[in-house]
């Protein structure tokens, strides 16, 4: 067990990152990022910030010597990172679930051989490939890059097979793939941590609405039946067991015509998970820390229904944000990022809303972040 007073490292410096050092300095750790940005959301409020790039040997050499133990708040870390700081020192979770997390075609294929349900797709590496795709699976269907790929970026809609070279095109020619587009009742995830001796915690089924791609809000109690939240978790704990994954993982998955199919998994917390932060007894970035640091995993217990509403660069358009609104909201608690600035789509913050239902919350939160825009 690594115990409070020992220094504990983060690759990325994001708000993740930021949210992991502050539960982590509460819990009595030391803190050190390593990212490249001066002014990262993380290196703001660690102990140490060491500023360089995740492919510098000699600032991954100064953390692995300076942590008892290093995580991750983002996958796109090159395996080679992990690799390295795996010869000197504990990192959690390891360069083989990253690296299939990071690539979309490693992850459905290990997601298929495992035997998870999935929507169909297909690796698709040139054009030619994509046209046999194209002829194999149903239209519409989505294109996506099989790297670098997040909150819908890097995706195109393909509804008819003469739109498909283009879309190529528009992607540069990048690995792909192209995967079915279901019809979508809901989507759920579920955060978990599970530590070294194969013990999980996992937190309650998030039910999560996507615009433009990107996360808006998720609400809990999903409002799902019982027998589909639990086997939501069932996957998700599989998933992980199947990976012998330790850290915190969240699986995001598909409601499609009452039956479930695993959509992404991140290894690391989620935005899906913020609602953790003001509704459960540990939050996501706790047991961060918990599996990390090889402590025990407590069941969470959900203390209150809840929704978390991001709150994107677009709400400044017209000047800052009006705090006041949130604070003056029984049942609301802002949590912002520290970025200084804010663009169409950032993530910037959050609030969390607390109240009796998830229906009164979902809707707290909505009316809550229309109060904050400054009026135009
Ligand atoms: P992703 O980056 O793959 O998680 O996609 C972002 C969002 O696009 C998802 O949360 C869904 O709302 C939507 N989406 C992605 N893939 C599909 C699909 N196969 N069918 C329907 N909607 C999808």
């Known amino acids: 067990m690594i115990l409070p ?83 000197s020192t504990i990192v959690r979770p390891g360069p083989r679930p990253v690296a299939i997390a990071q690539d979309r075609i490693s992850e459905k294929s290990f997601l298929q051989h495992a ?98 791609g990107i996360l808006e809000t998720t609400t809990v109690p999903a409002r799902i039946p019982e027998g589909l939240a639990r086997e939501a978790h069932e996957i998700a704990v599989g998933i992980a067991n199947e990976l012998d994954y330790v850290g915190v993982l969240a699986v995001e998955l598909f409601v499609s015509r009452g039956r479930l199919l695993v959509n992404e998994i991140a290894p690391r917390p989620h935005n899906s998970g913020h609602y953790t932060l003001d509704a459960c007894s540990v939050d996501q970035f706790e047991l961060q820390v918990r599996t990390l640091c090889g402590l025990p995993l407590t069941a969470p217990r959900l203390l209150t229904p809840i929704a978390m509403i991001n709150l994107l660069g677009d709400l400044w358009c017209r000047g800052e944000p009006r705090w006041e609104q949130a604070f003056a909201r029984p049942g609301i608690r802002l949590h912002l990022y520290g970025k200084s600035e804010p663009r169409p789509g950032r993530k910037m913050g959050h609030l969390n809303c607390l109240a009796d239902g998830p229906d009164e919350a979902l809707a707290l939160a909505l009316e809550g972040r229309e109060a904050l825009l400054p009026a135009g």
Do not use: W
């Not at 050092?21 to 102990?47: E, F, K, N």
């Not at 910030?49 to 991954?60: E, K, S, T, V, Y």
């Not at 690796?123 to 002829?135: D, H, K, P, Y």
């Open 115 to 212: 035997g998870f349900a999935i929507a169909p797709f297909r690796a698709v590496g040139s054009a030619a490939e994509l046209s046999v795709a194209v002829a194999e699976l149903h239209l519409p269907a989505l294109l996506k890059t099989s790297r670098f790929g997040y909150d819908g970026k890097g995706q195109a809609t393909i509804e008819a097979s003469s739109e498909a070279d283009e879309a190529f095109r528009n992607l540069e020619g990048a690995a792909c793939i192209l995967e079915e587009r279901v019809e979508l009742d809901m989507e759920v995830s579920v955060v978990l941590g599970r530590g070294a001796d194969g013990q999980v915690a996992a937190f309650p089924v998030g039910e999560n609405r996507h615009r433009d």
């Open 5 to 87: 007073g020992a220094t504990i490292g983060v690759l990325g410096g994001g708000q993740l990152g930021r949210m992991f050092a502050i539960r982590a300095r509460i819990m009595g750790y030391r803190v050190i990022v390593l990212d490249p940005d001066p002014l990262s959301p993380a290196g703001q409020v660690a102990d140490r910030h060491i500023r360089c790039g995740f492919d510098d040997p000699a600032g991954l050499s100064d953390l692995a010597a300076s942590c008892a133990a290093v995580t991750t708040e983002f996958e796109n870390v090159p395996a080679t990172a992990l690799a390295l700081l795996s010869c």
